[in-house]
């Protein structure tokens, strides 16, 4: 039969299922077959065979009949799961009902009262098929979900078969052991399969409708306990299903091995078409959602026990009854972790490799799933994150990081990924290997929208913060208090900035510090201890190898000063707030010598009008996101106690001001009232902790003036020189301990990345659109 008869035929059975009134029994075969047994239709085809009126008309005026429907489908699943789907029909139907069910299910889920359909058991479908097996009969999610685990390792369907060609033999898909069917080389299996694109096609469509399945909480709205399990995943990544371990392992490997350009030749990829991108997208897609899983609310999965032989470490305790959390934490062999690091790192780097050689290698769209994938790594499993910390692969990973977030700091559609770079990069800085990372040289030339500079990866990452902040959107600016956070953990480390990222940090200071700049929310001035609190880290641990800074700090005194003297009266600050109030930027970039930008880079574009993106909840404040260590002399770190009486600032995190406010000062009166008790003691909330972190500077600054004054110095390369040999013994206190703010696990970020995630799972899933137009509750769909 042609395919437009195919068609044509499984047209005609929806509209007798629109328009039939009455209730079509279940054991009407010569009905219910229509849908799946002599079409020949792809997912596309069913999607506009089936428009969503349809499904809707059919839940409300005729629900038994899509029960029976539903019902039917995954009975025809579970008879291929058990038959082995060894004829070509018995694929084609699997095919067909899989294809259906990811077009109904968003229907079934938006709808509160057919929720619980899926979880209820079906007269007549007990575990061994007879009636008389009733009372365990299983609710029908966790047959389909069985199903779907047996069909994805079916051999001749989605693996190979370990069979010589002899049709006699087929195996026994009950008696094969599929962790000798994992789908690729990598972690706990040596064995790279012949691909198939068959397989890989076959494998896609059964993953997408897993996915589907998981999306019921996409219809419910974000709640603020975020620690309700998804039952889907619940069941699917718990001990009944036998193949969790190799489905586990099948969708890591197939990601981590992934190389898009094509076995390193270039341009390779547009000789061949790759059937393995859309495998790997969804296997990526369907693993950081089985591990959406809240740390803070649990006993951490983190295990770190004894090194065993095997792949998961069998250390106790046993860890989280989501198995696939239970996994990924447990993997401890070093050959492994290199396996993931290596494969994360090439395919968040594939974008960069555009810019060398355009389109030489096939670009790949899924690089936020992967840096969700590297978070639940680095979250769930510690002994991965002291790999990654341990050499400088870490560099492979930050430099895409920034590359992402320069690039996306303009464009509201982003905000997500932006959040989520600066999140791992917060993670990253607590540990104090990647302060020492840092400091390798950056030559690596990848043209970015940002002045030329020469020096190390932490002038690349002051450079790259210092262009969100100026020059990013405002949305942005719940960020900063975490972008100065991450420059404080490193900061007692870096052995010597260049003069560019110098300035930089004084430019910054410099905005932050203006009255009106201070006072125009409860939390900028913040951002100004931040920056004192890296200029005295430096100085203190680092003076050798800083004469840039020194020196850049000297030429920006008079910041300093007016610091000490900041004005605490309500008169004199109104006056400021007013005098700013038709700014029309929110921080002056003048001052900041914006040199030229890299060559063959394109400026950091706004969001397309029109494009569609999704809300995301707003994240908890840094007090909250962190929590304070001090570093002892032999490197390791305890956990200081929060100070019991909280400062109105701290206690208060105002959440994220609406963009308007924040920054005119229109409304001031009312904001100044607002967040400014009548007997809080301005000097003592500001200019206290100002004036306590100002003495490095107000010691060094007249000792180098007289120092130079006196040898009669006047050419900057001459001071600069006298700061990298003179020598300022005796002037400089003895160092404060080292203080980092260590990322912890709080229910707040746990929600974040759940609508993060399944955000960005809405908007790259167009074809075909498998959420689009249902009403979704997680998050709005907005357009820019």
Known sequence: ?????????????????????????????????????????????????VPAAEIRAVREESPSNLATLCYKAVEKLVQGAESGCHSEKEKQIVLNCSRLLTRILPYIFEDPDWRGFFWSTVPGAGRGGGDEDDENARPLAESLLLAIADLLFCPEFTVQSHRKNNVDTAEDIHAIDSCEYIWEAGVGFAHSPQPNYMHDLNRTELLK????????????????????????????????????????????????????????????????????????????????VTLDYDTSTSSSPTVDGTTTGTVMDDADPPGPDNLFVNYLSRIHREEDFQFILKGVARLLSNPLLQTYLPNSTKKIQFHQELLVLFWKLCDFNKKFLFFVLKSSDVLDILVPILYFLNDARADQSRVGLMHIGVFILLLLSGERNFGVRLNKPYSVRVPMDIPVFTGTHADLLIIVFHKIITSGHQRLQPLFDCLLTIIVNVSPYLKSLSMV?????????????????????????????????????????QFDGNSNLVYAII?????????????????????????????????????????????????AAPAEP????????????????????????????????????????????????????????????????????????????????????????????????????????????????????????????????????????????????????????????VDPPIWYDTDVKLFEIQRV
């Open 501 to 541: 990222s110098a300035n930089k940090l004084l430019h910054l200071l410099e905005a932050f510090s203006t009255t009106w700049f201070l006072f125009s929310t409860v939390q900028n001035h913040h951002l100004v201890f931040f920056l004192l609190e890296v200029f005295n880290n430096i100085i203190q641990y």
């Open 610 to 765: 029109g494009t569609l993106k999704t809300s995301l909840v707003a994240t908890p404040g840094i007090d909250k996101l962190t929590e304070k260590s001090q570093v002892s002399e032999d490197g390791t770190m305890r956990s200081l106690e929060p100070e019991s009486s909280q400062s109105p600032a701290e206690g208060s995190s105002p959440g994220i001001v609406s963009d308007t406010e924040s920054w005119s000062g229109v409304r001031l009166n009312a904001a100044l009232q607002q967040w400014w008790p009548t007997d809080w003691n301005l000097s003592r909330e500001v200019k206290l902790p100002i004036l306590s972190s100002l003495p490095i500077s107000g010691l060094l600054v007249p000792s180098c003036v007289k120092l130079s004054i006196d040898k009669g110095l006047t050419d900057e390369s001459e001071i600069l020189k006298f700061l990298q040999h003179g020598t300022l013994v005796g002037l400089l206190p003895v160092p404060h301990p080292i203080l980092i703010r260590k990322y912890q696990a709080n229910s707040g970020t746990a929600m974040w990345f759940r609508t993060y995630m399944w955000g960005v799972i809405y908007l790259r899933n």
């Open 555 to 603: 030429r920006k005194r008079n910041v300093f000063h007016q610091l000490a003297n900041l004005p605490t009266d309500l008169q004199s600050i109104q006056k400021a707030l007013q005098r700013k109030k038709k700014a029309p930027e929110p921080i002056s970039r003048t001052n900041s010598q914006e040199g030229m930008s890299m060559e063959g880079s394109r400026p």
């Open 209 to 288: 409708l897993l996915l589907t399945c998981f999306s019921e909480v996409m219809y419910l709205p974000p709640s603020a306990d975020s620690s309700n399990t998804n039952p889907w995943v619940q069941f699917f990544c718990s001990t009944e299903n036998r193949h969790a371990l190799p489905l586990f392992t099948s969708l890591l490997n197939i990601v981590c091995a992934y190389d898009p350009v094509g076995y390193g030749i270039p341009y390779n990829h547009l000789l061949f078409s790759d059937y393995r991108e859309p495998l790997v997208e969804q296997a990526a897609q369907v693993l950081i």
């Open 1 to 49: 039969m042609g395919n437009a008869d195919s068609k044509l035929n499984f047209r005609k059975a929806v509209i007798q299922l629109t328009t039939k009134t009455q209730p079509v029994e279940a054991t009407d075969d010569a009905f219910w077959d229509q849908f799946w047994a002599d079409t020949a239709t792809s997912v596309q085809d069913v999607f506009a065979l």
